[in-house]
């Protein structure tokens, strides 16, 4: 039946909305009322030339379409789910280069060369230099005089470190890093002045730093991932080209949304006392998992139907658009007790906050959570008193649930 709460011409990726609040009670409606959900989009603004979006709302539905990409297809309109109105087709059509882009069968040969780094032994191998990162991390952010900016001071730091010992970019480099991925991910923010060709020229120094990088390994390889992915030619290789494309998907998947759930956690913490000292005091293991599922740095990805198909008891067309609104699954009361509640010691935690499974599964699960178990024991140690002092600046975004400044005081 058609969902009265929802008012006409309310669409969830306009990036207005998502500056000022992630719209979970309009998602609980539809979730309620209309799981499956057409959402019309006048124009072309969001990029794609078509007249709307399906808006997915169900775990279990986000979960099937993930897992099922011969019929929901990331390559063919990309998973990003709005760009803006002046983006040429060709710009689209080139971000197919990025693993998050494609689909099996490449999709596939990709990802098996690019996830030797992130092997339980290679995660493991980075567990003591980061915790000694973010224990300097956090001493530095204790040092301030006065409130501070939690975002710049601490939640980015440590995934760009991560960063920088995960494939040897230099230390000195790391503020480059963080720098061009902000401009790739922040053109819908009028605060940053950022245009979509100032962001496309930003991803192409990260694309032209990476080869740089993968050309000097294949041709002096070292004892580091970069000449693992590029110069291990028996078991497969990845191109200087793909190396490179994989490198700026790390930048947005590796820095952005560790960055974004780091900060959406401390936020949760300061607003819910009884979970910070719940956590100063025994270290759940299980806060990590409950942090992603409480930020969704994510907020969304898109598919596209390769078929006509059924979904939600609707009937999706062959080149409709499809939203998976992780947000809205990770608050899925089917799945979860209390849904709206913070609670560190939640167990199980079936989010997907990294994923909804299937063969975009976040590589690096495991690396950010460790970031994010480090990074909070190290603040939890250094600033146990830790109080917040603004409201949270939101990123102006489609699709990231990002957050620009936090501030913050010891005292």
């Not at 003591?128 to 980015?156: K, M, N, Y």
């Not at 503020?175 to 060709?197: C, G, L, Q």
Request: charged share 25%; net charge negative.
């Amino acid at each position: 039946m058609p969902c009265p709460a929802l008012p006409d011409g309310f669409d969830f990726t306009d990036p207005d909305l998502l500056q000022h609040r992630v719209p979970l009670p309009e998602l609980a409606e539809l979730r309620r009322a209309e799981p499956v959900r057409w959402i019309p989009q006048s124009g072309n603004v969001a990029g794609f030339q078509d007249e709307g979006y399906w808006a997915v709302t169900r775990h279990a539905d986000v979960r099937y379409v993930s897992t099922h990409p011969e019929l929901f297809s990331s390559t063919l309109n990309t998973a990003i789910i709005r760009f803006n109105e002046h983006i040429e087709r060709d710009s689209i059509d080139a971000q197919r280069l990025i693993m998050l882009n494609m689909d099996p069968p490449e999709h596939t040969r990709v990802r098996q060369i690019v996830q030797r780094g992130f092997t339980p032994r290679a995660v493991r191998a980075l567990e003591e230099r980061l915790r000694q990162r973010a224990r300097d991390i956090a001493a530095g952010a204790r040092d301030h005089d006065g409130p501070f900016d939690f975002v710049t001071s601490v939640a980015c730091e440590l995934p760009l470190q991560a960063i920088a010992e995960l494939i040897g970019i230099p230390q000195d480099d790391r503020a480059k890093i963080f720098d061009w991925s902000n401009r790739m991910i922040a053109y819908d923010d009028p605060e940053y002045a950022v245009t979509e060709e100032v962001g496309a020229r930003s991803a192409a120094e990260i694309i032209a730093y990476a080869m740089t990088m993968a050309v000097e390994r294949k041709r002096c390889p070292a004892h580091d991932i970069v000449s693992t992915l590029v110069a291990a030619e028996d078991e497969g290789n990845l191109s200087s080209d793909e190396f490179g494309f994989f490198v700026l998907m790390l930048a947005v998947a590796g820095n952005e949304t560790t960055r974004n759930a780091i900060t959406h956690g401390m936020h949760a913490f300061l607003t819910h006392p009884e979970q910070w000292e719940l956590y100063k005091t025994h270290r759940p293991s299980t806060a990590a998992e409950e942090i992603v599922r409480w930020a969704t740095p994510v907020f969304a990805f898109q598919r596209t139907a390769t078929q006509d198909t059924e979904l939600g008891g609707k009937r999706i067309r062959k080149g409709d658009r499809v939203g998976l609104f992780y947000a809205s699954a990770n608050h899925d009361p089917e799945v979860f007790d209390r849904p709206d509640e913070f609670d560190v010691t939640r167990d199980p935690n079936p989010h997907l906050g990294f994923g909804g499974g299937g063969p975009h599964f976040c590589l690096g699960k495991s690396l950010a959570v460790l970031e994010i178990d480090l990074i909070f024991d190290a603040v939890a140690d250094a600033m146990p008193g830790l109080r917040l002092v603004e409201d949270p600046r939101r990123l102006r975004s489609a699709w990231i649930n990002g957050v620009k400044e936090l501030r913050v005081s010891t005292g």
